[in-house]
C-alpha cells in the first residue's frame, strides 16, 4: 500500500474540492465539502481498492488522511 | 369458537426465517396455530428458529438459496408436495446494500433485484397453482420504507424494494381471480442482524440521529410480525395491493 495512491483514491470521492487540497496531512473532515455521503463513498472505495471494511467510528477517529491510511494499512496485513 | 385473528390450521411458508424478521415471524406464527415451513440458507440457524416456535404444530425447515432462481419453481413445488396446502407466505428474506451510486456495480443492482424482489415472484408462481394454493390464501412481502421515502446511498435497496410495492398492486388483480391477497409490509429500522451491519458504517452520533428521527425509536421484530399475523389471518380478507408502512411515525413527518 502506499499513501501518495490512497491519497488520490480518497481525493476522487470528491467532486469540487481540488486536487491540491489532498495531502497526507490534510484534516479531511474541515473540508467544506466533507460529508456524511462523502465519507460513505470513502468507506466503500476502501472496500473496493483494498478489501478492507472498516467503520463510520474509523472514519470519525481519523483526523488525517495519513490516520485513515494507516488504519487501513494495519488492517491490510492481519 | 372462530377466531379470525388467529392461524390455526394454516400452512405458512417463510423465507429468511433463519434471522431478524422471518424469524420473529415464523415464532409467532407458530404460538398462533399455524404450521410453519421455514425457508432459508443456514441449516444451524433454522434448527434455532425451529426450537423457539411452538411445539404443538408442525414446524419444518428446508435449506434453500435464492442465488440460483432457475431451480426456485421447482424447489418450491417439491416442498409443497411434502407439506400440502398453502395458506400464507410471508417473505423476509432480502439482502441491505448501502452504497453511493457511483460504487454500485451492475451486478449489486441485479443481485439485490433477484434476492428481494423476483425469488419472491418465483415462489408465488408455484404457491398460487391450483395445485399447491389453500383456501383464502395471503401473501405478505416484507418491503421497506425505502419504497417510499429517499435515503442517501440506498439506491439499488430502494430500487429493489420499490419493485415489490409497486407489484403487489398489479398482481393482487390477477390473484383476486383466485380469491388470494397479497399485500407488502414496510418496516422503518428495526435493530436485526442486518440494520446493526449497516449501522457499522455510521458513526455514534449518526446513529443517535436515526434513532430520533423514529417518533417512536427503533421498532421491534415482533412489531412486523404481529402485523403479519393479521394480514395472513382471515380477518385480513379484504385487504390487498397495499403497502402497510409500520415506521413508528417516520413517514408521518
Ligand atoms: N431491519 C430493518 O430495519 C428492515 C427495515 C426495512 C425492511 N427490512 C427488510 O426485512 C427483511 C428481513 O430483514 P432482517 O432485518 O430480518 O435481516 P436479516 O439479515 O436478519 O435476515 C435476512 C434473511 O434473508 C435471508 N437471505 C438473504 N439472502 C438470501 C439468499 N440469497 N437466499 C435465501 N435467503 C437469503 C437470510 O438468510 C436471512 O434469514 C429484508 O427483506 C429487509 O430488507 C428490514
Known amino acids: 500500500m502506499e499513501i501518495n495512491e490512497f ?3 480518497f481525493a476522487n470521492q470528491f ?8 495531502t497526507p496531512a490534510t484534516d ?11 465519507a460513505l463513498s470513502v468507506i466503500a472505495m476502501i472496500d473496493e481498492e483494498y478489501d478492507v471494511v472498516i467503520k463510520g467510528d474509523d472514519v470519525k477517529s481519523s483526523k488525517t488522511i495519513q490516520d485513515l491510511f494507516e488504519i487501513v494499512k494495519s488492517r491490510k496485513k492481519s | ?60 425447515y428446508f435449506s434453500i438459496d435464492f442465488s440460483d432462481l432457475g431451480l426456485l419453481s421447482n424447489e418450491i413445488a417439491s416442498i409443497c408436495d411434502e407439506i ?7 417473505h423476509a428474506a432480502g439482502i441491505e446494500k448501502s452504497l453511493p451510486y457511483q460504487h454500485l ?24 397453482n391450483k395445485q399447491y394454493r389453500g383456501d383464502k390464501a395471503k401473501y405478505v412481502l416484507v418491503s421497506s420504507i425505502a419504497s417510499v421515502i429517499g435515503r442517501l ?27 388470494i391477497c397479497i399485500n407488502c409490509i414496510s418496516p422503518g429500522t428495526i435493530l436485526t442482524p442486518m440494520m446493526i451491519k449497516m449501522m457499522d458504517a455510521l458513526t455514534e452520533e449518526q446513529r443517535t440521529a436515526r434513532k430520533e ?41
Open chain 1, 7 to 9: 491519497v488520490k483514491n
Open chain 1, 15 to 22: 467532486d469540487e474540492t481540488d486536487a491540491s487540497e489532498f
Open chain 1, 28 to 38: 479531511f473532515r474541515q473540508l467544506d465539502e466533507w460529508s456524511s455521503l462523502i
Open chain 2, 1 to 60: 369458537m372462530h377466531s379470525p385473528f388467529k392461524l390455526i390450521n394454516k400452512n405458512i411458508l417463510v423465507t429468511g426465517a433463519s434471522s431478524g424478521i422471518g424469524r420473529q415471524c415464523a415464532i409467532d406464527f407458530s404460538f398462533n396455530g399455524a404450521n410453519v415451513f421455514l425457508l432459508g440458507r443456514n441449516v444451524e440457524e433454522l434448527k434455532r428458529t425451529k426450537e423457539l416456535c411452538a411445539q404443538d404444530v408442525t414446524i419444518k
Open chain 2, 84 to 90: 400440502g396446502p398453502v395458506h400464507g407466505f410471508l
Open chain 2, 105 to 128: 456495480k451492475i451486478d449489486d443492482y441485479q443481485c439485490l433485484y433477484d434476492v428481494n424482489f423476483v425469488s419472491a415472484m418465483e415462489i408465488i408462481k408455484t404457491i398460487s
Open chain 2, 153 to 179: 446511498s440506498l439506491t439499488a435497496y430502494a430500487a429493489s424494494k420499490g419493485a415489490m410495492a409497486s407489484a403487489v398492486k398489479s398482481l393482487s388483480l390477477e390473484l383476486a381471480k383466485k380469491g
Open chain 2, 213 to 253: 428521527s423514529f417518533p417512536l425509536g427503533f421498532g421491534e421484530p415482533s412489531d412486523i410480525s404481529y402485523a403479519a399475523i393479521f394480514l395472513l389471518s382471515d380477518a385480513a380478507r379484504w385487504i390487498t395491493g397495499q403497502n402497510i408502512i409500520i415506521d413508528g411515525g417516520y413517514t408521518a413527518q
